[in-house]
């Protein structure tokens, strides 16, 4: 399910400092010798010793709540065309005066409880909070992107509530980041950005935000996990922490105990709208380089590859001989005069590394890609042919929009049945083109029929897609098709991995092969 994105709130941050200090407890009694284990018995698991816990927070919040600061926006909205809905008084997200405006006019509406007379709404102006951080004294804020999106007027109230209209130098909606600038004769505080690749799972961490309309909240928890994927974008990689995160935590800092931000708070996990342990930080190191772009240029840079992906599963791996199971991004299509279609990466390709960098799932190749250097020659390690093969290509800079390669028109043919696989194929005719809706250029084996219960029926094969490819050699016919599977068969391949075209776009799929006998069709 999507997880709903944090309320507005402002967030404080304070100048970089050194870690705190913890307060060491008194050294226990030297406890007497421990005897030694039993025979046949197993010695006790020594403790683990804590570390960078300190005795109180106060020190480093009292440290970093002048850096944090709130975001409160404005914004004209249209009137709507109903005279029977009288203006709402704004309040804070989340305040208790927002739900008791809230439920005063739903009953004295017309049609409500009530009777009120009728008035004309009239066009009107909200109001929202967040949060943010100060990176640079000469007044550069960082907050999230859906903080401010669509405001017509940005200010950012600093810890000593002096409220200073900020400029929008720069957006990036696919990593929800925002960078504003502010002008003030009054000295900044301002926080450095740390690695958020050292932290680990378990470690401490202070968020401190303007939940509710509460400026200047603090709250401390651990890291609960790492490298989270809440089907937010390409570039998922959020840190889990159990820090309290509520509406209004949006675009503030997630301190580590050393000071420095180690995420950006976005979004959180709540079936009730608020704090259940369960918030989510974009990680500083993925944030740095798209500040400072936005910060030098206002726009970013990302870089591209030019390929569609899906995941490889255990039995496209095993289709496919490669072992150690499902990794790597399979290619599904190389873009037409995309970076990898020039330098030789083919449909079908896995790619293992990009650049020295592992790819363990498809979805950590996105954004591996998107962080390197457009322009630059980097070597793309590829699983093709049963073995690992090393191709070279130069990064692209990734298009607003990408155009999809078009395939050439295939051979007409007669409908042909896949002995133990539950599907019926034919050639593309003008017939077939015309009652599944291909497109002129289409070329392949269009499936026709799928048995119920059938290999193909649980790989959720439907009538009208089209079969390009087995085994990464493209087929045209029927019969090319048949071959293709008699051929794995007599290998004692245990599958056929099969590239699928359909509405929804290329797809590989691994289909289990049962022998040579036919099956059944419903």
Known sequence: ???????????????????????????????????????????APQAVPMRNAPSSFAPLARQLLPAVVNISTSQNLQ?????????????????????????????????????????????????????GFIVDPS????????????????????????????????????????????????????????????????????????????????????????????????????????????????????????????????????????????????????????????????????????????QVTDDIAEGLGLQGGGRGALVARAQEDGPAAKAGIRTGDVILRFNGQEVKEMRHLPRIVAETPVGRQVPVVVWRDGKEQTVNVTVGELPSEQQQAAATPGPQQRPAELAGLGLRVTGITPEVRERFGLKPEQRGVVIIEVAPGSAAAERELRPGDVITEVQQERVDTPQELQARIEQLRKQNRPTALLLIESQNGQRFVPLRLRGSEGGKRG
């Open 79 to 131: 009137a709507r065309n109903r005279p029977d809905a009288p203006d709402l008084p704004q309040a804070p997200p989340g305040s208790p005066f927002e739900e008791f405006f809230r439920d005063f006019f739903n009953r004295n509406r017309p049609g409500g409880n009530g009777e009120r007379p009728e008035l004309p709404q009239r066009p009107r102006r909200t109001q929202s909070l967040g949060s």
């Open 139 to 310: 007044g550069i804020v960082v907050t999230n992107n859906h903080v401010i999106d669509g405001a017509d007027e940005i200010n950012v109230i600093l810890h000593d509530n002096t409220s200073i209209r900020a400029e929008l130098l720069g957006t990036d909606p696919r990593t929800d980041i925002a960078v504003l600038r502010i002008k003030t004769d009054k000295p900044l505080h301002a926080v450095q950005f740390g690695d958020s690749d050292s932290i680990e799972v378990g470690d401490w961490v202070l968020a401190i935000g303007n939940p509710f309309g509460l400026g200047g909240t603090v709250t401390a928890g651990i890291v609960s996990a790492r490298g989270r994927d809440i089907r937010q974008g390409l570039y998922d990689d959020f840190i889990q922490t159990d820090a309290a995160i509520n509406r209004g935590n949006s675009g503030g800092p997630l301190f580590n105990m050393d000071g420095q931000v180690v995420g950006i708070n976005t979004a959180i996990y709540s079936p009730s709208g608020g704090s259940i342990g369960i918030g989510f930080s974009i990680p500083a190191n993925l944030a740095k380089n798209i500040v400072a772009q936005l910060q030098e240029s206002g726009r970013v840079r990302r870089g591209w590859l030019g390929v569609n992906i899906q």
């Open 1 to 43: 399910m999507r997880l709903p994105p944090l309320a507005l709130a402002a967030l404080v941050v304070a100048a970089p400092l050194g870690p705190v200090a913890a307060q060491a407890p008194a050294p226990a009694p030297q406890a007497a010798p421990a005897a030694p284990p039993a025979h046949g018995t197993s010695p």
